[in-house]
Structure formats: structure tokens, C-alpha cells
């Protein structure tokens, strides 16, 4: 199993960015996905999770309504779109699969929100 986590980096407050995770080594559309971060100094959180087949989404009440989970099967990838990006919202973001009886982490990806 592996999960590969792109596309974070340094954004000024208001900002977007879209998080990837590509995903192997297993049946990627039987699984439900999370998304977690971990700020310095803080205990890692999760952020947005989604359903096997992306029908059901839920997130973190610090993001809603800013931070949206979605999945491609047939690209065997989940997404984080992160909008109206903030200073708090700085922290190392992980891809989490839980995969009976493992759980797998992604190696994590900075995002820096900062002026």
C-alpha cells in the first residue's frame, strides 16, 4: 500500500490549493479516505473523510464550508480543494486509509498559510 500526498506548499491567507493523494497497492474504490494535518506543536486532526464510492463526505468544523473532499476511482486519487486558506490552517497534511487490520499514512505534505 502506498498513498503519495502533492500539490502543498506556501499560500498567502485567502488562498487556495488542492491537495492529491495517488493511491496503490489495493482496491482504492472499496475504501473510504481521510484527510488529516498536524500543526507544530499540536496533536495530528482529522480534517474531511469520504465514503468508498464519494457519496458521503464529512469534515473538521474548523473547515467546513472552506475545505472540500472528493475522489477519483478511476484515477485511484482523493482530493483536498482548500479555499479561503488561513494562518491556522498551517500544518503537515496527511492522506489516511484505514485497511483492516493496518492503518496507512501518506508521508505528508507542508502547506504554509502566511503573508
Known amino acids: 500500500v502506498q498513498l503519495v500526498e502533492s500539490g502543498g506548499g506556501l499560500v498567502q491567507p485567502g488562498g487556495s490549493l488542492k491537495l492529491s493523494c495517488a493511491a496503490s497497492?489495493?482496491?482504492?474504490?472499496?475504501?473510504?479516505m481521510s484527510w488529516y494535518r498536524q500543526a507544530p506543536g499540536k496533536e495530528r486532526e482529522l480534517v474531511a473523510v469520504?465514503?468508498?464510492?464519494?457519496?458521503?463526505?464529512n469534515s473538521a468544523d474548523s473547515v467546513k464550508g472552506r475545505f472540500t473532499i472528493s475522489r477519483d476511482n478511476a484515477k485511484n486519487t482523493v482530493y483536498l480543494q482548500m479555499n479561503s486558506l488561513k494562518p491556522e490552517d498551517t500544518a503537515v497534511y496527511y492522506c489516511?486509509?484505514?485497511?483492516?487490520?493496518?492503518?496507512?499514512w501518506g508521508q505528508g505534505i507542508q502547506v504554509t498559510v502566511s503573508s
Open positions: 489516511y486509509a484505514h485497511i483492516a487490520p493496518r492503518d496507512y
Open positions: 497497492g489495493f482496491r482504492f474504490s472499496r475504501y473510504g
Open positions: 469520504i465514503s468508498s464510492a464519494g457519496g458521503s463526505t
